[in-house]
Nanobody
Framework: QLHLAESGGGSVQAGESLRLSCVASGDYLSNCMGWFRQVLGKERERVAVLSTDRGPAYYADSVKGRFAISRDSAKNTLFLQMNSLKPEDTAKYYC?????????????????????WGQGSLVTVSS
């Protein structure tokens, strides 16, 4: 069982920064963790993922150079630092962690009902 609890969303002006946090609790250690976002009526988009064994991080082209994913293993916490925010970054952001996925994190596509998901944090960026 793995539970994810997110925090840190909010409303900001374009160009400002926010940091999302996701605390993982439970007795399972995921290989892949990441952040995803979804705008109402659109498909969920992968923002950034990383491997918990200190492997590389992967970013969507739309956030490269502005967002940074990181993990504090001692605190079981995943972060997403979002800088230079744009109105098009407005979405609900979800933290996810794999349950039983053994492939490369670059190819990880988390599934509802199979992998662990946070409750979502709303990020609103106004121009």
């Amino acid at each position: 069982q793995l539970h994810l609890a997110e925090s840190g969303g909010g409303s900001v002006q374009a160009g400002e920064s926010l940091r999302l946090s996701c605390v993982a609790s439970g007795d399972y250690l995921s290989n892949c963790m990441g952040w995803f976002r979804q705008v109402l009526g659109k498909e969920r988009e992968r923002v950034a993922v990383l491997s918990t064994d200190r492997g590389p991080a992967y970013y969507a082209d739309s956030v490269k150079g502005r967002f940074a994913i990181s993990r504090d293993s001692a605190k079981n916490t995943l972060f997403l630092q979002m800088n230079s925010l744009k109105p098009e970054d407005t979405a609900k952001y979800y933290c996810a962690a794999d349950i039983g996925y053994g492939g490369p994190c670059l190819d990880w596509n988390p599934k509802d009902g199979l992998d662990a998901w946070g409750q979502g944090s709303l990020v609103t960026v106004s121009s």
